[in-house]
């Protein structure tokens, strides 16, 4: 039984892993603490806590941060979890639970869970893209987890498909996730509402500027036709990013997870759809496929697990 | 010894190789003709004028095309060579001389040169940019050549940057080779030498719209102040572009290659100082190198040489 937790900025989520199998035996959760010490502390909880009712003992601990940790497993860049940065995360929980401890990123977590158990299963070249505040996500290349030199591969949100675009979060112009995350749907529609092109937004929100993503997945769900218009333009640019790693990487599948995920088949025909008039020379390559996410939002603890265990 | 061959869309440049060093021992060159029948009849006589002169054995050929090929070496894709789409140029000139024959993309093979032989020795995770009429490249990801699903990694230039931009020959908009290739250095002279901002590359062209990228560089070498500003716009468009694969990619290593290579260390410097201002958590993360190209316009007909003998 290996322990995998995807700690967040907001909540640390613990499960106990089958490592075979991957299957999810337990489950305990916490919320994150920013202080690097009181996380270590919240952390050998969450472990001792699975560790008492695991029929089997466990073997190791993965951690899967928000952010990016050195090898030794010290947090170094983390802007959702600032009281770790410069802490020795993954040492420390080690000494105080007494068990291997590695740390990763979690997206990079994600895809590896997804690869080897989910919907990337059988496939040597693919992207996990995760649409919720922001778009994250994760490679697979030549049939290896890619970690990138400093193991910070995994930022899709932050290419720029727009130089002229609007200054973005990141102090940059014109980044993917300020068009296709789940941000950007809620902005579309509010944009729409206030042309008077999202009645039924208006009416779910209370007014054009509180029409959110969630009002639209809403709407689209109830048949609401205008709603499925702002939908479909928002997966043009959804589907205009994955083009940009297809064309690059040759890529043969994209996994769409995260939380945008939950609508399920018609964010899958959406973005597949725009994206066969998106990459160049489409009619000369076989089709790329989009298909869902299969591990919901357990995918970045089970990462964190087989991260543990298996390099990737 | 070991035959490779660039075979490009007007001409075809083969050397003979040393497997070991990756020395150019000898060499010819061709004009490429589109049909298939005939162009395995030219490169079968470029082969057997080396064989003919080599000090060893001839053990293998590699062909570098423009465009795609098939793991059985008949060429699938190629808007240079449409006339050998189709054709089984492998398996033919295979029969035609005797010799076992690797068929690979170009830019992958001059990847595989750079990476072995060149700029990108010692690196684990790094990018070739050609910078030319277009803009091609390719990736070590992991340590390996990447080639992708279906050997077609390695079109960077076909990234959208600005999907607001104009249409551009590919039939979409804004992709980075409209604003980053040779042929975009000529665009911004021209534009600027228009509103008087580059009278120089007038008195060389003669006119403002006979400015190309090589006036640029000729009144740059020459100190004058306008060509450099001109020339530092277009860095930036060139590394707004590696920006984007550093950050997908968490690359350690960018290798500029391609015909305005020859600007050297301006080239360098420029893309260099622009990327730091364009890498999101620029200043958290160990700065990415950036080099010069070292085999020059050999590389594609040296790395088609190792794809026979290497499969990267």
Tied chains: 1, 2.
């Excluded at 639970?97 to 895809?111: E, M, P």
């Amino acid at each position: 039984m290996i322990v995998g937790i995807d700690v967040g900025g907001t909540k640390a989520s613990a499960l106990l892993v089958d490592a075979e199998s991957a299957a999810v035996v337990d489950r305990e959760r916490a919320s994150s603490v920013e202080d690097g010490p009181a996380l270590v502390a919240a952390l050998a909880t969450l472990v001792a806590a699975l560790w008492d009712r695991s029929p089997e003992p466990v073997e190791a601990v993965g951690l899967g941060i928000a952010g990016l940790a050195d090898q030794a497993g010290t947090v170094t860049w983390s802007p959702n979890l600032p009281g770790a940065v410069g802490h020795p995360v993954g040492p420390d929980l080690e000494q105080t639970v007494g068990l291997s401890v590695t740390v990763g990123n979690d997206a990079l977590a994600a895809t590896l869970a997804e690869a080897r158990f989910g919907a990337g299963r059988n496939c040597d070249d693919l992207a996990l893209v995760t649409l919720g505040t922001g778009i994250g996500g994760g490679f697979v290349l030549g049939g290896r987890l890619h970690r990138g030199a400093h193991g910070f591969s995994g930022e899709p949100g932050h290419m720029v498909v727009n130089a002229a675009g609007p200054v973005h979060l990141s102090g940059h112009r014109g980044p993917w996730e300020h068009y296709a995350s789940g941000s950007a749907l809620g902005r579309l529609g509010s944009e729409a509402a206030t042309t008077g092109a999202f009645d039924r937004g208006v009416a779910l929100a209370g007014s054009p500027n509180g029409v959110t993503g969630f009002h639209v997945v809403e709407a689209m769900a109830d048949g609401d036709p205008q709603a499925a218009a702002v939908f479909d333009q928002w997966c043009t640019e959804v589907a205009r990013g994955v083009a940009n790693l297809v064309v690059l990487l040759d890529l043969s599948r994209v996994v769409l997870g995260g939380g945008l995920a939950d609508v399920g088949e018609p964010l899958r025909y959406g973005v597949a759809t725009a994206l066969a008039g998106l990459v160049p020379g489409a009619d000369s390559r076989p089709p790329v496929e989009v298909v869902l996410a299969e591990l919901g939002p357990d995918a970045g603890a089970i990462g964190a697990a087989l991260l543990a265990v298996d390099p990737g």
